[in-house]
């Protein structure tokens, strides 16, 4: 069992559709993590929260809107978004953003959207 | 930048049988660390192994060793007595002031 947990796993919505990705880890960690995995692709980085606030942002379109409400919940809110945005959404979890051995990346299970 | 390429994009390894899967990198970064990840069908990124750069021992994890070559810029896999668990696309990974991620390689098992 994965110690980050997504909801929903699926999602399909229409390009016009308001809906959010959920991730939420009880481990503690102050760094937490969005990814989009297109099909037999890498993991690419969207986003970055550190202590909550917004460390890094990938140069990604404004139609993903990332939320912290706090320290173990991070959110992605969708809107218009685009055929090509359909992918696998990881969320993921370190004790801090200091890439130490001792602090790898967790990842949830994913997010498969699929926009129509 | 940081830079992570993995040659092979399939490779296959029959049951109990070792298996090594390659992995070069680049980065500017003098610290930085290493890290193998098994994503199975149920998407999931498992942490395999991992390296920090400065430690000259290859790191070792039960079947799963690396052989860590610093000089080279190559950090490569090796898995033995294979199972069919194994099965899986396997992403190698450097960190240095964020995680990048290699193109991966599909990892088949035959049994």
């Known amino acids: 069992d994965t110690e980050v947990t997504q909801t929903p796993k699926h999602l399909v919505m229409g390009m016009t559709n308001k809906k959010s990705l959920k991730c939420e880890q009880h481990?503690?960690?102050?760094?937490m993590y969005w990814y989009k995995q297109k099909a037999k692709k890498p993991p690419e980085l969207m986003f970055v929260y550190s202590y909550e606030k917004l460390s890094i942002n990938e140069s990604v379109p404004s139609r993903f809107s990332p939320e912290c409400p706090n320290s173990s919940l991070l959110n992605l809110h969708l809107h218009a978004l685009q055929p090509e945005d359909s992918a696998l959404y990881l969320c993921?979890?370190?004790?801090?953003?200091?890439?130490?051995?001792?602090?790898?990346?967790?990842f949830g299970d994913g997010t498969r959207l699929s926009i129509l | 930048a940081q830079t992570v390429t993995q040659s092979q994009p399939e490779m296959s390894v029959q049951e109990a049988e070792t298996v090594t899967l390659s992995c070069t990198y680049d980065?500017?970064?003098?610290?930085?660390?290493l890290f193998w990840y098994k994503q199975p069908p149920s998407r999931q990124m498992i942490l395999v192994i991992r390296?920090?750069?400065?430690?000259?021992q290859n790191a070792t994890e039960n079947r799963f060793s690396v052989n860590f070559q610093k000089a080279a810029k190559s950090f490569s896999l090796k898995i033995s007595d294979s199972q069919l668990g194994d099965a899986a696309m396997y992403f190698c990974a450097l960190y240095g002031n964020k995680l990048v991620f290699g193109a991966g390689t599909i990892l088949r098992v035959k049994s």
């Open positions: 481990m503690g960690h102050r760094a």
């Open positions: 980065t500017s970064e003098s610290d930085y660390y």
């Open positions: 390296q920090e750069a400065y430690k000259q």
């Open positions: 993921a979890s370190s004790q801090d953003v200091i890439g130490t051995v001792n602090q790898p990346q967790h």
